[in-house]
């Protein structure tokens, strides 16, 4: 599709920033999805005068879900408590699903985003992928789908019959149920073929193999195998909480990553979200395989998972990206204080002062879309790369700056910059975020809608709560954890 020229202007464009100086006043043309010229202004508008352009943030982790999980009532606590609230969240459209979590995700200023998909209904991931296609074209995020592979451990890694014994007797038929696999192997294959034949520009198909301890060797190998041959990439949950890592330190006798790399699962092609529990050794190896994590801070915080060990990731060169996890401090999706909070917990971890602006945003903005459309020429702001862009109003951030140069404006931008603060988000050289709200989509009637429907699937099939909270409590008391 041939988009129309458009012209941005702006008082500094930080084509790499902290890489290299802003350029001064300058109008950017933008033509069929790319930067077709950087034009030095002589004279700037009024109103650009506080405007700055970035390289377009992106969310290197997350699920798309258009009702948070506070809304269904899943709160925030320890990972593996917090998983069977999922339970939860009524069955919606799917459609308004992902338009919904796209939207405020663009309004957060994420242009690009994994999406692992986290399925309603198993037998209908297809039509699923098909409304998750729509919605990204809709709002126009670049969104990389990560289809579910699951089979294994499913309510509790390792055998189920110490938790059944905390549970009724009532209850056991159903928990086991909980661990047979929706669909088989050569299903899920086939399913990932049937999904790519709905790529478009801003949709993308991946492997999507949801956590080592929940699947089994046998998918695990032929998916290494699937990605070497396709070249798609494959992106997976690792080691989020030290109970995973415990798991898999007594399941894999030579260490899960060594068996990782042995069936070629570790590779360029891999992004792992989390990590937060990786050992000096795992570092060395996945930053040898090219391997590209996702750092999800305030996910770690919210769900008790701890945080990422980034003096460890430093010290072996190891590339990640930044992602919201669907479980933004705020809950509001907001990818400029999630870049914040990485920021102070990297500097915190970083004892030698080697992380820079510069390396923030190679995570935001390079490493982590890399790891969503692989090696495109994007994230940086230049003549003849993706016109994904990010131009901030910097008015209120630089209100109260005593000297017009100190602190620079980037520092202040780290420092204060918010959603609130987004000018326009550009993704392929359309505007799908204006003054602060979404552009090409109606988030205020979606979101209405998606409330609505998602408040009359609860009524006419509310949640077993109780039955929920039994598992909850049976856990608890599994895991030792009260
Ligand atoms: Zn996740």
Redesign the pocket.
Known sequence: MSLPLRTVEVAGVYARPGVEPPLGPSRLHLQDGRIARIEPLAQLPPEARHRIALPAPCNA???GRGLRTLAFGACDQSLELWLPALAREPKVDPYLRAAVGFARMAEGGVALANH?HNTQDGRALLQEAEAVSRAARDVGVRIAFAVPFAGRNSVVYGPLEPLLAHLPHGDHERLRRMRQPTRTLAENLALVEAIAALEHEGFQVQYGPVGPQWVDDEAMAAIARASADSGRRVHM?LF?TQRQRRWADAEYKGGLLGHLDAIGLLSPRLTL??AVWLDEADCALLAERGVTVSA?VS?NLRLRSGMPAFGRWLDAGLRFGL?L??MSLDDDEDMLRETRLAWHQLQASDRQDRFQPAQLFQALCVDGRRSIVGEDGGGVLQTGAPADMLVLDTQQIVRDRIAPDAPELLELVLARATKAHIHQLWVRGRCIVSDAACASVDLPSLEAALLDDARARHAAEPPDAPAIARLQRALRMHLGCC
Do not use: K, P, R
Request: hydrophobic share 10%; aromatic share 0%.
């Open positions: 982790h997350d699920h692992c949950h989020e979200a989390h999800n996910s992602g996890d669907g």
